[in-house]
């Protein structure tokens, strides 16, 4: 599969595991590979077994968990299934300052109206323990981003992580009052 195929094929996965009502992932998020496999087939994508367990294994993308007997995959975070409870883990070991960029079309909401960060349409807000990889992210829908400085320690809900392995912090809501903005780094990955 080519690099190109491999990052659509990395998106369609997310997409099936995260949003895709016509699939039945389990209450904390996990699908059988084949069930991934039937479902990409559907959107026109033909992958292999081996092809998604390259893709949500180790070495793979850092957004995805194989399970311990290879037969299954789940998205770490991101998810907007009602019916996916995600248990996170380290709330103790958070980093003291996690980052979080947003276009800066979203500010007015944010800042002005005061209703901070909040999860839309997906279970969690996202955060990174570091500024650039927070940009990284931002910078998908090609706009000028805001990015946020926001101190753990402060939040009134906890923060967590779904898994070690995975990079991204998740939380319920950030009040705009712990807000810092930051400039964005000129040095953009």
Do not use: C
Request: charged share 25%; glycine share 8%; aromatic share 6%.
């Amino acid at each position: 599969m080519s690099r190109n195929n491999g990052q659509r094929l990395g998106g369609a996965i997310a997409f099936i595991l995260r949003h895709a009502d016509d699939v039945e992932v389990d209450s904390v998020g996990w699908l059988p590979i084949e069930n991934i496999v039937e479902r990409l087939a559907k959107d026109g994508i033909v992958a292999t077994a081996e092809d998604v367990v390259r893709e949500v294994g180790p070495g793979g993308n850092d957004r995805f968990e194989l399970s311990i007997d290879g037969t299954k995959a789940r998205a770490f975070y991101g998810h907007s299934q009602p019916g996916v409870n995600l248990e996170l883990t380290d709330t103790d070991r958070a980093p003291k300052y996690l980052y979080h960029a947003t276009p800066d079309y979203n500010l007015e909401a944010i800042l002005d109206r005061k209703e901070g960060l909040l999860p839309q349409k997906r279970l969690y807000i996202h955060l990174s323990e570091d500024p650039m990889r927070a940009v990284q992210v931002g910078q998908r829908r090609g706009v000028p981003l805001a990015l946020f400085e926001i101190e753990t320690t402060a939040l009134p809900e906890p923060v967590g992580r779904t898994s070690p392995d995975s990079s991204v912090w998740l939380t319920t809501y950030v009040p705009a009052k712990l807000l810092w903005k930051i400039a964005v780094p000129e040095e953009r990955a």
